[in-house]
Structure formats: structure tokens, C-alpha cells
């Protein structure tokens, strides 16, 4: 395999097995994945095994047998020595089935490890989509881009905002996500850190979502807390225009 394949390999591999496994959500790329392992498996075979040439025999090591059974006309049919012959093909094609054994083996062996998925027995139970006529001016005190923001519609007391804001103090900026107690947003302009009740806030590193996770307490506001109970767990991920919700009670 050239490098541009197996670098795509690698990466099919750790969207597979890796922390964040996704590749089940796209059959397309669980295909070709399964399409370049098999084309590695038979590299490693192709690589490992060539068939045995088999040298011409010297007229003292393989004598003829004649059967005088066999005369024809006169003359005596040579017997070849088929077992000898059938015995090394046994052999080879033995050799063959060993060797693939043994390289599908060592494939499996590098490429398996066991998957840790992000939220293993955790449903998702609603999604957040981007409310076009809200205001996006709450959050601009806060860093993020207003040509950048977008703003979710309010769920159960609450209203998350998505955009790209600076995160160190370098001028690295990322995706980042927060949560903000809808009954404290004015209903225009900036809004100052004192007049936030309830927030939360996450950003995401790279190709890692933006994500928020927390334990609902008694702070947040009544509606949210009679959709989600006082304990429970909650964990929201940016996707794209949407915003995934999980939660461990349902």
C-alpha cells in the first residue's frame, strides 16, 4: 500500500477504535475501511509468500520407473513420480493458509484495542437548531465573533449560543459553546458578567466538538429542572448547525 493509503487507513482506523469512535454513524466509510484492511491483509500475504520454484531434478535424484506392465508397441510408459509431486503442492498450498493465518493475525493484533465510546449507554434525547431571529448581542462582552455566533432557541429555560472566541492568551481561538439563563438576557444590547444567573461553557480543541456537561442542581431554572431532575446528568454537543442533548435518565 502507497502512503496516501495507509495514511487514509490510520484515520478510518482511530474513527473505528479511538476515544471518539464515530465510524459506525457512516456506512460508507465503515466500507472502506473494511476495503483497506483487506487490501493490506493481502499485501502482507503477496509480500510473505511466493511459490516455491521447484528445481529441475538431476537425472540421479528422481529416478524414472518403468512399468513393464505399460509397454506400448514396444516401448515402455514412464511413470512420473506423482506422489512426490502431489506432496509438494500439498505442502505449498499448507504454506499459503499458514502464512495468511498468521498475517490476518498480526493485523488484527495492531489494529484492535478496545473502543471507549464518549457517552456509552447515555441517549440523546433532544436537539438544539439555530433560531435565526434571535439576538446574538449577549454574548459579544464575552469575546465571541457576532459575524460568527449562532443562537439556539430557548430550551427549558435556557439558551445556548455556538461561535468561535479567543481561548488563551496567545490569540488561539476556537469553537465554544455556552448555556445561559434565558430569564437574565436583556431583551437587547451587551450583557455584563453580574447580570448572568445560571451558566455554563465549554469549547472544543481542534477536530474535538464543543461540549458542556453537568449535573443538574437545584440553581437552574424550574422548567429545566422538571424536564431533568435535580442529580441527573446532562451533556450538550456542538454539531455542525445543532446541538445534541444527552442525558443519563432516559
Known sequence: MDVELRSELQALRARAYGPDADLDRDPAAVARLQELEDLERQARVEAAVRPPVTPPMAPDA??????DDDVEGGVPTVSRPVVRRART?????????AVAAVASAASIAATTFVPV???AGVAQVDTLRVDPSADDSPVRSMGFDSSEVSVYADFHGLTAYAGTTQVDSSGTR????ILLDTSTLPASGDINASQIGYRYGGCGAGAFPATIEFVVTPDLPDAFRERFPVGSSLQFVSDGDHVGVFSDVE
Open 174 to 177: 476556537a469553537e465554544c459553546l
Open 89 to 97: 503442492l500439498w505442502l505449498w498450498a499448507g504454506s499459503l493458509a
Open 117 to 119: 465510546a464518549r457517552t
Open 62 to 67: 528422481a529416478p524414472l520407473v518403468v512399468d
